[in-house]
């Protein structure tokens, strides 16, 4: 059974920072992750997608790479702002039948930045 | 192309009523995922639908559940008799045939509170 796990929990830092979140799996027979951010009360917000078959992915100030034979991705902000505050989710999917199956999340990283 | 719809946004039901919970994909997509969370819990697979069909109901709960995503129309999750630990925000994601990197985009949720 597929166990996603996120740390930290919890993560603070000044505006301006860059910071690292990290994402372990603990099986490696994935066919995609998936970082997204959500905000409270809110639906999810699908940040970054990477293949299997890939290393990393970029949009913007985000970077998301995946170790896929050691079971971890980690997720890059650079520069962080205020508005980057947000509960963040990793998640992955194996392939079945004719489409990826359901998403095994991480309980996610609350992050808040600081003004 | 508007996202991924849900409604209502908010259901309040009394215990032993019935809930129905509807999702309408975005345009194209034929992939419907259906996930569940728990106060304080991880976001919770539930079920996956194609067009007319079932793919994987793992997830989801033997009774007084059920989930369905008719030719025409949006697929709708269907709580029956409900009770108290069925309090929960309930989201419905979709991912299009193509391309096939199956990335799921997320509606806004429904939040169903069970008096």
């Known amino acids: 059974k597929q166990e996603v796990t996120q740390i930290p929990a919890a993560l603070s830092v000044p505006e301006g920072e860059n910071l690292v979140l990290n994402c372990s799996f603990t099986?490696?027979?994935?066919?995609?992750l998936q970082w997204f951010r959500q905000d409270p009360g809110k639906g999810l917000t699908s940040l970054l997608l990477?293949?299997?078959?890939?290393r990393e992915q970029t949009s913007g100030r985000l970077n998301a790479s995946l170790d896929k034979s050691s079971g971890r991705s980690t997720l890059y902000i650079a520069a962080s702002q205020p508005g980057d505050s947000a509960t963040y989710l990793c998640?992955?999917?194996?392939?079945?039948?004719?489409?990826?199956?359901?998403?095994?999340f991480g309980k996610g990283t609350h992050l808040i930045i600081q003004p | 192309n508007a996202g991924v719809m849900q409604n209502p946004r908010h259901l309040v039901r009394r215990r032993g009523q019935e809930a129905r919970l509807r999702c309408s994909p975005m345009?194209?997509?034929?992939?419907v995922y259906w996930y569940r969370q728990l106060p304080e819990e991880g976001l919770k697979f539930m079920v996956y639908?194609?067009?007319?069909?079932?793919?994987?109901e793992s997830g989801m709960p033997k009774e007084r559940f059920s989930a369905e995503f008719p030719k025409e129309g949006p697929s709708i999750l269907r709580i029956q008799q409900v009770v108290r630990g069925d309090s929960a925000a309930y989201f419905c994601?979709?991912?299009?045939?193509?391309?096939?990197?199956?990335?799921?985009?997320f509606g806004p949720g429904t939040r169903l509170t069970v008096l």
């Open positions: 990477i293949q299997s078959s890939q």
């Open positions: 099986d490696s027979a994935i066919y995609n």
């Open positions: 998640a992955v999917s194996k392939l079945s039948g004719g489409g990826a199956d359901g998403l095994t």
């Open positions: 639908l194609q067009k007319e069909n079932i793919i994987d």
């Open positions: 345009k194209g997509h034929s992939h």
């Open positions: 994601a979709s991912s299009p045939d193509y391309p096939p990197d199956h990335e799921q985009f």
